[in-house]
Nanobody, 117 residues
Framework: QVQLVESGGGLVQPGGSLRLSCAVSRDIFSIYTMGWYRQAPGKQRELCATIRPGGSTTYADSVKGRFTISRDNAKNTVYLQMNGLKPEDTAVYSC???????????WGQGTQVTVSS
């Protein structure tokens, strides 16, 4: 079974920073493409960032230049460093692991990020 556990969410002021972590339970983590998604109330879930096994990354335009995704394969963990946070970044952030060979996705439970004065 593949389990993902996110941590690091919380309440921050505009302009502040947070680092989210997602720990994956399986030792085949290194073959997964990892992603961070977010969903605000009343809005569709959107992709924030992805990182492939080889380390290449993609970012949504809304977070480009402010968020950084990284992975530590030795720790089976993916991170999302969020800088320059804005109120519109408020959402539940979820970690995703994609097994391309099996065409399956695994999801964490989500962690709340609130950006407010």
């Amino acid at each position: 079974q593949v389990q993902l556990v996110e941590s690091g969410g919380g309440l921050v002021q505009p302009g502040g920073s947070l680092r989210l972590s997602c720990a994956v339970s399986r030792d085949i983590f290194s073959i997964y493409t990892m992603g961070w998604y977010r969903q605000a109330p009343g809005k569709q879930r959107e992709l924030c960032a992805t990182i492939r096994p080889g380390g290449s990354t993609t970012y949504a335009d809304s977070v480009k230049g402010r968020f950084t995704i990284s992975r530590d394969n030795a720790k089976n963990t993916v991170y999302l460093q969020m800088n320059g946070l804005k109120p519109e970044d408020t959402a539940v952030y979820s970690c995703n692991a994609k097994n391309g060979l099996l065409s399956v996705d695994y999801w964490g439970q989500g962690t709340q990020v609130t950006v407010s004065s």
